[in-house]
């Protein structure tokens, strides 16, 4: 499985997601959580609120395989 972790957010005046607003970064897959830092402020369509947030957590997977998060916050 091959592992990329791709938030995508959404502004309360967009009706659905873009793939200008999201970024990308490798993740590790070894059973194990991590803290992963992601400054969206990096990527030119990023302003404002956010209203909606989507995850995308794998590039290829397998049938059954399975991703953990266990929390998601934001900070200013």
């Not at 993740?27 to 969206?40: E, H």
Request: cysteine-free; overall charge positive; charged content about 25%.
């Amino acid at each position: 499985m091959r592992l990329r972790e791709l938030p995508y957010w959404r502004g309360f005046k967009e009706t659905g997601f873009s793939p200008e607003s999201r970024v990308e970064f490798p993740v590790k897959g070894d059973g194990r959580y991590y803290l992963y830092a992601i400054r969206l402020s990096g990527n030119k369509f990023y302003h404002g609120s956010i209203a909606q947030l989507r995850i995308d957590p794998v590039l290829t997977g397998q049938r059954g395989a399975r991703v953990k998060i266990r929390s998601v916050g934001f900070v200013p």
